[in-house]
């Protein structure tokens, strides 16, 4: 009853804080971290399910994991429960050693079983998650193979098929299916062979430096301190996540100090908050890209000219300046910016002129009708609207067609669309193969395939040329030399004008009231708050 009783008193608390503005002001409390932010998407907490950037961040504070990113330099490895690990010479066997003396929440140590069960679980489970592993060679079937605990302290992976070893690692330190969960907790949950599927939807069985209180779907969620935490206990005795869909109402509250930090702002109101002194601004830029992508399941968009012709009118320069501010940084690569391998943008700009030409030579002097499916929120809906404009001058009408993620992706998943504004990518790991992965790579063009987590496949765009250039790169052990090839793909894939067309490299921006301390978000979302305080 007495844990039962702190929740509710929480809750209460929080709604006292949204009492109407004449009422008495108070900060919130200093040992607490109240974040608002929209839960639309936190539909699961199971880390084998957890697509989307806000369940990684509430995973990455219930659950550890092997290493962990640097986010200030996302390519820096950095221990966490492996205090060290090796590679071996053949590339195909990494060995972890675990720290010792780690508990989970409930009382039961954490060992290399714990972790080999852990990762063998996501593929048995088969859900989104498992396809970054599948890339990998590991299949439900050779899990328990490639995936083993020698002894209590020890973890080895070994690679089914090669691939480079630095890519698997940033996938252990940045993808939520790496998290590491408490065997004997989630099993004595288990119901009808579902690996506690049911239980982890609204429960947590971590390590990590907080544990789960309570989460109410599109309401709250509710973490405490973990005080057997093993690099001590977080410097915050609580955290408390409220779902806030309005922007303005979300703007008032930080302005005022009823919650800390805020993600998910508009623009126009972000831009309102850089003249607030009481607060600061993080820009976090992401991995994933903002893009224009055509289907050539659509015969016109098979026409290479057709679809130079759509890059031809893309108002790149307008976009980023008047649509992109707070969302996104101009990029126009297949490949996240700031890795060794990723060229200069290509320097396109809005050519009408030259778009009417191609359209001309292609049979399409008159232009076409199409359509563009967005999401109906900023900035998807302004991008295609822009773009509806600019397609516009060389006589192309497009309709656009707005809905939710289901509606919108589902239909690009499903192959049937024609253009669509959307955002992807991966980019979680800081590596040119993640993004190419997402992006470009498409080994199987059938539609019996069914490769739904590459949107190049979605696309139907299918180049063996870059299929073997990227494989081929993703093997290189000299990387001097894999960089090089990674710079050819991109090369070719302008030449060959892929079906999905970068505009913009996503950011997060964050609204952060200035007495916060050692807040770092994370570009790959699994930004951590066991050093986070408040300077009073």
């Known amino acids: 009853m007495k844990a039962r009783f702190t929740v509710k008193a929480c809750v209460l ?217 093993w690099r001590g206990a977080p410097k915050l005795r609580r955290i408390i996540v409220r779902h806030m869909t309005e922007s303005q109402t979300m703007r008032l509250m930080i302005d005022r100090g009823d919650i800390d930090l805020a993600t998910g702002m508009s623009a126009p109101d972000v831009e309102a908050m850089k003249k607030n002194p009481n607060v600061a601004i993080e820009a976090v830029k992401r991995g994933t890209l903002y893009y224009v992508a055509l289907s050539m399941k659509d015969p016109k968009f098979v026409d290479k000219r057709v679809r130079q012709a759509i890059r031809d009118l893309i108002d790149y320069d307008g976009i980023n300046k008047t649509v992109m501010p707070n969302y996104g940084i101009y990029h126009q690569r297949p490949i996240q910016m700031g890795l060794p391998a990723t060229l200069p943008d290509p320097g396109y700009k809005l050519n009408v002129p030259a778009a009417k030409k191609l359209l001309a030579e292609a049979g399409y002097a008159q232009g076409f009708k199409t359509t563009i499916r967005v999401l109906s929120d900023p900035p998807f809906i302004n991008i295609a609207t822009n773009l509806q404009s600019t397609l516009a001058q060389a006589g192309i009408e497009a309709s656009v067609i707005s809905g939710t993620g289901n509606q919108i992706y589902g239909a690009m998943r499903d192959r049937n669309f024609e253009i669509i504004v959307g955002r992807g990518g991966g980019g979680a790991e800081p590596h040119p193969h993640s993004s190419l992965r997402a992006l470009v790579y498409n080994p199987d063009n059938s539609d019996a395939a069914k490769l739904t987590n590459f949107q190049g496949w979605r696309t139907s765009f299918f180049s063996p040329e870059l299929n073997q250039l990227i494989d081929k790169a993703e093997v290189e052990k000299d990387e001097k030399k894999q960089n090089a090839i990674y710079q050819e793909v991109q090369k070719v894939y302008d030449q060959q004008v892929g079906a999905i067309m970068p505009i913009s490299q996503m950011v997060d921006t964050v609204v952060v009231r200035k007495d916060i301390r050692n807040y770092h978000g994370h570009p790959s979302a699994t930004t951590r708050f066991r050093e986070v305080y408040k300077q009073r």
Not at 60 to 71: K, R, S, V
Not at 151 to 174: M, N, W
Not at 201 to 229: C, E, N, Q, V
């Open 13 to 229: 608390a929080l709604a006292l804080a949204a009492a109407p503005i004449s009422s008495i002001q108070a900060a919130t409390p200093p040992d607490q971290l109240i974040i608002g932010m929209s839960m639309n998407n936190l539909l699961s907490l199971d880390p084998a399910a957890a697509t989307g950037l806000d369940v990684a961040e509430i995973g990455a504070n219930l659950y550890d994991m092997l290493i962990e990113l640097d986010p200030k330099t996302p390519t820096k490895i950095l221990p966490a429960l492996a205090q060290s690990w090796k590679i071996s010479e053949d590339r195909r066997t990494l060995t972890f050693t675990l720290q010792k003396g780690v508990k989970f929440q409930s009382g039961n140590p954490l060992t290399a079983e714990d972790v080999a069960w852990s990762l063998q679980r996501v593929m048995k489970m088969n859900m989104a998650l498992a396809t970054t592993w599948k890339t990998y060679g590991f299949t439900a079937q050779n899990a328990e193979k490639f995936l083993r605990a020698p002894d209590a302290s020890t973890f080895v992976l070994e690679l089914p098929e090669p691939t480079d070893p630095k890519l698997v690692l940033y996938t252990l330190g940045s993808s939520p299916s790496a998290f590491i969960l408490d065997r004997k907790k989630v099993m004595e949950n288990e119901k009808n062979g579902d690996f506690g599927a049911a239980w982890l939807i609204t429960h947590a069985a971590g390590s990590g430096p907080f544990a789960l209180d309570d989460w109410r779907a599109k309401d709250s969620l509710l973490m405490s301190r973990f005080d057997g935490y």
